[in-house]
Nanobody
Framework: QVKLVESGGGVVQAGGSLRLSCTTA??????????MGWYRQAPGKQRELVAA???????NYGDSVKGRFTIARDNAENTVYLQMNNLKPEDTAIYYC??????????WGQGTQVTVSS
């Protein structure tokens, strides 16, 4: 079992910034060798991909966050970050970190709440 730990959520005004962090509490798991992603789920909506980063550091973003959010790795810290700028009220959601080992093996963090006030 892989335990992912997110942090960095909170309440921010529209136009503000937050940085989310995802690391692992499971010994021996090195995130740089895993495809990682950030997803979010707003009330009454399906979970959606926000950003993903491959083991080759190729990145992929949801259309609604392109140009505003950046996903990155800090291999020395064994952490994946999501830098969120110019936040909008519609970005309000629970944000989940994901570790994708294979098509059949994906682990999730517990989620961190992001609330953007207008």
């Amino acid at each position: 079992q892989v335990k992912l730990v997110e942090s960095g959520g909170g309440v921010v005004q529209a136009g503000g910034s937050l940085r989310l962090s995802c690391t692992t509490a499971t010994y021996g798991i090195i995130l740089r060798y895993i495809d990682m992603g950030w997803y979010r789920q707003a009330p009454g909506k399906q979970r959606e991909l926000v950003a993903a980063i491959s083991t080759n550091s190729d990145t992929n973003y949801g259309d609604s966050v392109k140009g505003r959010f950046t996903i990155a790795r800090d291999n020395a810290e064994n952490t994946v970050y999501l830098q969120m700028n110019n936040l909008k009220p519609e970005d309000t959601a629970i944000y989940y970190c994901s570790a994708q080992f294979s098509r059949e093996s994906q682990y999730w963090g517990q989620g961190t709440q992001v609330t953007v006030s207008s």
